[in-house]
């Protein structure tokens, strides 16, 4: 009982202390505060953060107003000034620490950026062109730049094998923890578990191996055929190119995922689940330069609007998909290669139900809006130079005299197609940043430069890409420039590199090599009447892939003559 009424006592006496005591108190515990987390990751746990702080505040505001008996509104000011005091402590701790303290404090960047992630944020939205704005600033600081407080973007080819490999030694940073942190709850592309997510990639590589993609051809030449059908129907008339691409992209990887037509190409319209993807395209690409915000938002129930469209679609197929799919199927699309690996408990299975549905998602995520943008893109360049265009015809001829009738997969992998696709994906990377990954503990060496451990990396493809030291005359479109270089040992990684890159490349490929050639073999492809492509080429928005403004293109028909 006296124990009781002292505890009691010595609390009173706590919450009538004088407030600046008080307030001097709060604002040493934000600095102890910020430096017991700092080690701590926590983009994925503001949620715990705020609900913990707020249950501090309902405590302490209960304490002053009825224990301390300061009354309501006295009670509530004390707990304003005490989180003001605290919340000074937290982030003038952070600021004096990131600014003067932080091992990273001698790389060159804008204040901002060196303060806080919300320096990016603003940039990005500004144009959403923060590949534009990454290559600006190494433009003015280097090769080495700190564009976040914790985070590095290297413009140095050397650093490509270092960060990506092979061998890949980095993992991946927080800002993959974007839907979870949990491995059974991500996508592979999301594992940032190198161990899980090579287990989890040989199931992928099955889906995408030789035997698998020979089986995918024939749907993919369907698809091309009806996108052709499309183009002549068209009869020279303004196409918007950007739109068909996708019409198109998307309906091989319904197809080849998961045996699912989005008949974009005969309806001519966006299906509903697809667009509701688009719709969240901007948001995702901006937020995502602040991970714990995206974290955080993508918690709050209804907040994915109509994206939910097209979780809820592909929710649907997989459902549908399992029930399907019997155990000794052979597999006929990338989907029920995963599934495969689950019946057999085998150890590439997508390691829950959940996670099978993030893969889903990502099949038609991954596959599909980048390689639309490649076409898009590959299309613009070849309208853009005539020339390029010409000599791609008149190898075409020869390849295939007799015009689409002799037209084979097989011989349209040549040498100047790949050039010319390479061309257009060193100047417009659809992954246009810098992916980012962690420094090992003991740090990085990067030729003269020592980057700490547990710092967030990245190779800013857009930039290195386009950059004089590694590419002459780096803004110009020269396919010819692969015949001197080669894709595989030049600073080139559209696809990324290492362990975490694409599975998705001979598949792209293939869809690009088919379109292109049959497109340019049949017609001439020229801007349509009031279009210059300017816009096109300037307004594209960096949204983690690359989201394009429309292109009208024509396409006439060659003439039989042509090609002789
Ligand atoms: C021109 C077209 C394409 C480009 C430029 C491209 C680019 C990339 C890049 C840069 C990555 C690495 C992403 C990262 O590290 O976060 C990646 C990963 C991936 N891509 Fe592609 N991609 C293309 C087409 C495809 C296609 C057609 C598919 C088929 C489904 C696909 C499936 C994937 C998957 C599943 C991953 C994650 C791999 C992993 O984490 O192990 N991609 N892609």
């Given at each position: 009982m006296e124990v009781e009424s002292g505890t009691i006592t010595l609390l009173r006496y706590a919450l009538n202390v004088e407030l600046g005591v008080t307030a001097a108190t709060a604002f040493v515990l934000g600095i102890i505060f910020h430096h017991s987390i700092?080690?701590?990751?926590i983009d994925n746990r503001v949620w715990t953060l705020l609900i913990l702080f707020s249950s501090f505040n309902a405590t302490a505001f209960f304490g002053y107003a009825f224990v301390g008996q300061h009354g309501i509104l006295a009670g509530a000011l004390r707990v304003f000034i005490v989180d003001g005091a605290f919340l000074i402590g937290v982030y003038g701790s952070i600021a004096i620490y990131r600014l003067?303290?932080?091992?990273?404090?001698k790389f060159p960047g804008p204040w901002g950026a060196k303060l806080s992630r919300f320096w990016a944020l603003k940039r990005s939205m500004k144009k959403v062109q923060f590949n534009y704005e990454v290559e600006a600033l190494h433009k003015q600081y280097?090769?080495?730049?700190?564009?976040?407080?914790?985070e590095i973007s290297i413009n140095r080819a050397s650093a490509i094998e270092l960060v990506?490999?092979?061998?890949?030694k980095l993992p991946k940073s927080?800002?993959?923890?974007?839907?979870?942190?949990?491995i059974n709850k991500t996508s592979i592309n999301s594992t940032r578990d190198m161990h899980i997510q090579r287990q989890r990639r040989r199931a992928w590589d099955r889906g995408f191996s030789i035997k698998a993609i020979s089986t995918y051809e024939p749907r993919v030449k369907a698809k091309t055929d009806l996108l052709l059908s499309r183009i002549a129907a068209s009869g020279g008339s303004p196409m918007n190119i950007t739109e068909w691409s996708m019409f198109y992209t998307f309906d091989v990887m319904g197809d080849i995922g998961l045996?699912?037509?989005?008949e974009m190409l005969t309806t001519g319209r966006e299906h509903k689940a697809i667009k509701g993807l688009h719709d969240q395209m901007i948001t995702i690409g901006t937020l995502g330069t602040l991970p714990w915000l995206l974290a955080f938002c993508s918690a709050?129930?209804?907040?994915?609007g109509t994206f939910q469209d097209f979780m809820g679609y592909c929710r649907d197929q997989l459902e549908e998909k399992k029930r399907s799919t019997g155990k000794d199927q052979e597999p006929r699309d990338v989907i029920s290669w995963l599934i495969k690996a689950k019946y057999e408990n085998?150890?590439?299975?997508?390691?829950?139900d959940f996670a099978l549905s993030e893969d889903t998602r990502l099949i038609i995520i991954a596959g599909s809006d980048t390689t639309a943008a490649a076409l898009a893109n590959t299309f613009f360049y070849l309208a853009k130079n005539p020339a390029v265009q010409q000599k791609l015809q008149k190898e075409l001829d020869t390849i295939f005299p007799g015009g689409e009738k002799d037209w084979t997969y097989e011989k349209a992998k040549f040498a100047y197609l790949d050039n010319i696709i390479n061309e257009s994906l060193r100047l417009?990377?659809?992954?246009?940043?810098?992916l980012p990954r962690i420094t090992p503990p003991q740090g990085l060496q990067v030729d003269e430069v020592y980057i700490p451990g547990d710092t967030v990396v990245g190779v800013p493809v857009h930039t290195l890409q386009r950059d004089a030291r590694y590419f002459e005359r780096p803004l110009e479109f020269m396919p010819e420039r692969w015949e001197q270089i080669s894709a595989e040992k030049a600073p080139f990684f559209p696809f990324s590199k290492?362990?975490?890159?694409?599975?998705g490349k001979q598949l792209a490929m293939m869809e690009l090599r088919m379109v292109l050639s049959r497109a340019a073999l049949s017609f001439n492809i020229a801007f349509a009447d009031?279009?210059?492509g300017v816009k096109f080429d300037t307004d594209v928005l960096d949204t983690f892939t690359l989201t394009l403004p429309p292109l009208k293109l024509k396409f006439t028909p060659r003439q039989a003559t042509a090609r002789t």
């Open positions: 700092r080690p701590i990751e003067f303290f932080h091992r990273l404090r280097g090769d080495f730049v700190r564009i976040g407080p914790r990506y490999g092979p061998p890949s927080p800002w993959y923890s974007q839907v979870s942190d949990d045996s699912k037509d989005f709050i129930p209804g907040i994915a085998d150890q590439s299975a997508p390691p829950s417009k990377p659809l992954v246009p940043g810098g290492g362990a975490f890159s694409c599975v009031g279009e210059d």
